[in-house]
C-alpha cells in the first residue's frame, strides 16, 4: 500500500485535523461574543455547523494521536470511507454556512450599509468569523481529497 499524505493515523493528517480545530473554535468565538448574532439563521446556522466540525476534528486529532503513539494502522477501507464521507459532509455544511454568512455580510455591508446606521453590531466580528470558516471549508477539503486519494489507491 502507498503512504499517502494526509492518510489517517500520520502526522500530517494531524496537524490538518489540528488546524481545523483552532481555525472553527476561533471562528465560533468570534461569532459567539459578537453582540446580537443569534438574531441571524446564517450566523447561527454557521456557528452549528463549525461547532459540529469542530467535535468531529476533535474525535480524529485523538484518533490520529492514538495511532501515532501506538504505531497502529488505520488502513482499511471502511475506516477510510467513513472518515472521507464525515469529512465531505463537514465540507459541505460548513461551506454552506460560510456561504450564507458571507452572503448577509454583503447585504449587510455593500447593499444595505446596515454596518454603517448600526453601529451597535458587530460586522467585523462577523466578517472574520465568516473569514475563518473558509479556511476551516478549505483545510477539510484537503482532508477530504486526501482521503478520497487513499481510498481510490486501494483499489
Known amino acids: 500500500m502507498k503512504l499517502i499524505v494526509g492518510s489517517p493515523g500520520t502526522w500530517s493528517i494531524m496537524a490538518l485535523r489540528v488546524s481545523q480545530c483552532v481555525f ?3 471562528s465560533v468565538c468570534a461569532m459567539v461574543t459578537a453582540f446580537g448574532y443569534s438574531n441571524y439563521t446564517a450566523f447561527a446556522y454557521m456557528s452549528t455547523a463549525l ?14 494521536i492514538f495511532c501515532i503513539r501506538n504505531k497502529k494502522d488505520l ?22 454556512g460560510a456561504s450564507a454568512s458571507a452572503s448577509v455580510m454583503v ?11 448600526y453601529w451597535r453590531l458587530a460586522c467585523s ?23 478520497f486519494w487513499l481510498l481510490v489507491s486501494f483499489f
Open 24 to 26: 472553527a473554535a476561533a
Open 75 to 96: 488502513h482499511s477501507p471502511f475506516i477510510v470511507t467513513a472518515i472521507v464521507i464525515g469529512d465531505s459532509i463537514m465540507t459541505i455544511l460548513v461551506f454552506g
Open 125 to 147: 466580528q462577523f466578517a472574520l468569523s465568516t473569514v475563518l470558516a473558509f479556511i476551516v471549508c478549505s483545510l477539510d477539503a484537503a482532508s477530504s481529497f486526501s482521503g
Open 51 to 64: 461547532l459540529l466540525q469542530f467535535i468531529w476534528g476533535l474525535g480524529l486529532t485523538c484518533v490520529d
Open 107 to 117: 447585504l449587510f455591508t455593500r447593499d444595505m450599509h446596515i454596518c454603517r446606521v
